[in-house]
């Protein structure tokens, strides 16, 4: 079995954490569609989703993301341009932080017997 390092970027803003959880729902929703369909993928009722979108909207004074209402073809939401502006800064952090710390979870790797 190949063995996993990794690490989680978890960020402390204020009385709210952006963290691997946040990024993935705001992923969701924008491949999705739908703040239903991106908490149903990730095993996550629709009222945490969206608890957690509301989190995300008050924490930064405007929405993450835009529902639209219902009709013949049912409601939906995508990504607001703050919403991917978060969702794009959280993933470049991952990715710098990721880069950063390649040599030291690679030695990590190699001391393991």
Same mark, same amino acid.
């Not at 969701?28 to 969206?50: F, H, L, N, P, V």
């Not at 993450?64 to 639209?68: D, G, Q, S």
């Given at each position: ?35 239903? &369909?991106?908490? #149903?993928? /990730?095993?996550? @009722?629709? *009222?945490? $989703? ?13 929405p ?5 209402t ?10 607001t ?6 969702? &794009?800064?959280y #993933?470049? /952090?991952?990715? @710098?932080? *990721?880069? $950063? ?13």
């Open positions: 079995m190949r063995e996993r390092l990794d690490f989680q970027l978890r960020i402390r803003l204020d009385a709210i954490m952006l963290g691997p959880g946040k990024a993935d729902l705001l992923d969701g929703i924008r491949e999705t569609g739908s703040i239903s &369909a991106a908490g #149903r993928r /990730m095993a996550m @009722s629709y *009222r945490r $989703a969206w608890q957690l979108v509301e989190e995300m909207n008050l924490y930064f004074g405007a993450v993301a835009a529902t639209l219902g009709g013949k073809g049912g409601g939906g939401a995508a990504l341009p703050l919403g991917d502006q978060v969702l &794009a800064l #993933r470049s /952090m991952e990715a @710098s932080c *990721r880069d $950063a710390i390649a040599d030291d979870l690679a030695q990590l790797r190699r001391l393991r017997r």
